[in-house]
């Protein structure tokens, strides 16, 4: 059956990528499908010899692991926009099985905003030395914005995330932020997902009533989503109902109550929140116009922005 498989993978028409041009550095953290390494990979640049990459492992797959990662990597293969992480392709060749894809240096976002935030330090040997700097609300709407782009183009691919939040965007240099993980981050963060039966885990802290309830996805919940996504960043991480345990969370969600504006939210985000979770699915503000708001929001006057930045 391994065998097959492997023929399978080898046959489709991805970037193959030589073992012997991947070279493991350190590790950057753990999946649900196994590790994920800083490496530097030979002969993928035209321009340089080798680059730096983040490679995620697939470490002795069962036949139902190595078919979602077979379909992981098809998926990757047809997304591709500037706010969107770049994936570089596979390496099929033995084991472990390994997926290529752009480093983003600061890693995922929702590490970022808590380092970010008011009560992030820098420690030298356990005493406080200063602070990381705090984001402010410019740099929010530009995390924002970037993320709602990598959702216009999903919506226009006709692709339903499911699980967008920061944990799954990644930040790199300058701070550009992607939307960087589909499907294989369910491990560290396990308690931002309710098991419900079996194995099937889910982020209901992120989800709206009907996906809670009949399990519908589409373009909307994903936009119910992005509301989520933005308290997050107004509260540099926060986790969305810190204060409720999971079925007290489903019974809120499922009852219409929403989130509450964070202190350094102003109304015309909130209100972007609020657009995004109506309850009807149609009555819900689309990408498009929320990636166009926010924006001219960020475009809009420095003294503007000064006020709370
Ligand atoms: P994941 O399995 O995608 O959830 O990845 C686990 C962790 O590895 C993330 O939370 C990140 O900290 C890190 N990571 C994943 N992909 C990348 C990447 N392309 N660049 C840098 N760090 C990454």
């Known amino acids: 059956n391994r065998i097959i498989f492997q023929k399978e993978l080898m046959k489709q028409d991805w970037t193959h990528i030589k073992r012997r041009d991947i070279i493991l550095k350190r590790e950057l953290g753990e999946g649900a499908f196994g590790k994920v390494f800083l490496a530097e990979c030979y002969n993928l640049s035209p321009t340089k010899d080798k680059m730096l990459v983040a490679v995620k492992t697939l470490k002795d797959p069962n036949l139902s692991a190595r078919k979602d990662f077979q379909r992981e990597a098809e998926l990757l293969t047809n997304l591709q926009h500037d706010h969107i992480v770049k994936f570089y ?7 472990p099985l390994i997926m290529v894809f752009e480093y983003m240096k600061h890693g995922d976002l929702n590490k970022f905003l808590r380092a970010h935030g008011p009560d992030a330090m820098i420690l030298v040997d356990g005493q406080p030395l200063q602070s990381n700097g705090e984001l402010g609300l410019s740099q929010m709407l530009h995390i924002a914005t970037q993320i709602a782009s990598g959702m216009v183009y999903l919506a226009s691919q006709h692709f339903v995330h499911r699980d967008l939040a920061t944990r799954n965007c990644l930040v790199g240099n300058g701070l550009l932020v992607k939307i960087g993980d589909f499907g294989m981050s369910r491990d560290i963060y396990s308690s931002d997902y309710y098991r419900v039966g079996g194995h ?3 982020p209901i802290r992120w989800m709206p009533p009907e996906s809670i309830m009949y399990r519908k996805f589409s373009t909307e919940s994903d936009v119910w989503s992005f509301g989520v996504i933005l308290w997050e960043i107004f509260t540099y ?4 109902w810190f204060q409720l345990g999971n079925n007290e969370v489903i019974e809120c969600i499922t009852q219409g109550r929403v989130l509450e504006r964070p202190r350094i939210c102003p109304k015309e985000v909130y209100d972007i929140m609020l657009g995004c979770w109506q309850r009807e699915p149609q009555q819900r503000l689309n990408i ?5 708001v926010l924006f001219a929001m960020g475009k809009a006057t420095p003294v503007y922005l000064d006020i709370l930045g």
């Not at 498009?288 to 166009?292: A, F, H, N």
Request: net charge neutral; charged share 30%; glycine share 16%.
């Open 89 to 95: 392709g596979v390496c099929v060749d033995g084991d």
């Open 200 to 202: 099937t885990m889910l």
């Open 237 to 240: 991480g926060k986790q969305p």
């Open 288 to 292: 498009k116009d929320i990636q166009k």
